[in-house]
């Protein structure tokens, strides 16, 4: 159980463009979902928390105009990353804590690789 | 930004031997737990250990908390070729749910 989907795997683009990216947990509900983004041999670093049906928090630092982010429902979160540039390119992998979990393991979608060409 | 520190950040062992990476952090915290990521692939949860909890196993890992010293470390023991994979901390702070990440430990376990 406990399965979070991220779709696309993968994807590439052209520098201007906007790519969406979903997250599902196909087996729970969760009210609060995480957006990470890891670069090559980094460690993940935590972007924005997305919370069911209101605005999303975001980390110092990350741009929430360019990176957009939208849970309308308990088991979808969405990361638009709006005029991808080719500093864009990263890892981007989400992931979700059951509702009402405490001192319970998060789990993650396989992430999503973005070129931006 | 990262609270957790990683060490080794690379670590290279011949199958059969242990493997045993650290991790420290800043804060107080609800939890710390480990995880497992292949290249390119997202993360697999290895094991949770609270912050009342001392020592706990699941099969050949073991993990060890220490509240006093903000420290905790994992323990791989007999170690395959296909443990080959990169390694984190992650601490769930007691100020809320979210997970603040360590640097990882790449760890290469050779046949």
């Known amino acids: 159980g406990a399965v979070v989907s991220q779709h696309p795997s993968w994807v590439i683009c052209k520098s201007g463009t906007s790519v969406k990216i979903e997250c599902r947990s196909l087996?729970?509900?969760?009210?609060?979902m995480f957006w990470y983004r890891q670069f090559p041999k980094q460690s993940l670093m935590l972007m924005a928390t997305s919370n069911e049906g209101s605005k999303a928090t975001y980390e110092q630092g990350v741009e929430k105009d360019k990176f957009l982010i939208n849970h309308a429902s308990l088991t979808l979160s969405t990361l638009t990353v709006t005029s991808a540039h080719p500093e864009d390119s990263s890892f981007y992998i989400c992931?979700?804590?059951?509702?009402?979990?405490?001192?319970?393991?998060?789990?993650f979608g396989n992430g999503t690789r973005l070129t931006v060409t | 930004s990262q609270q957790g520190e990683e060490d080794p950040q690379a670590l290279s062992i011949q199958e059969g031997e242990n493997a045993t990476m650290n991790c420290s952090y800043k804060t107080s915290i609800n939890n710390l737990q480990w995880y497992r990521q292949n290249s390119g692939r997202g993360l697999v949860h290895l094991i949770l250990?609270?912050?009342?909890?001392r020592e706990k196993h699941s099969g050949r890992l073991r993990v060890t908390l220490d509240t006093s010293k903000k420290s905790s470390s994992l323990l791989i023991t007999a170690s395959r070729a296909a443990d080959t994979a990169s390694y984190f901390c992650?601490?769930?702070?007691?100020?809320?749910?979210?997970?603040?990440f360590g640097e990882g430990t790449q760890l290469t376990v050779n046949p």
């Open positions: 250990i609270r912050s009342n909890e």
């Open positions: 087996d729970f509900q969760a009210t609060t």
């Open positions: 992931s979700a804590y059951p509702i009402s979990s405490y001192n319970s393991p998060l789990h």
């Open positions: 992650a601490t769930e702070e007691t100020s809320g749910s979210r997970l603040t």
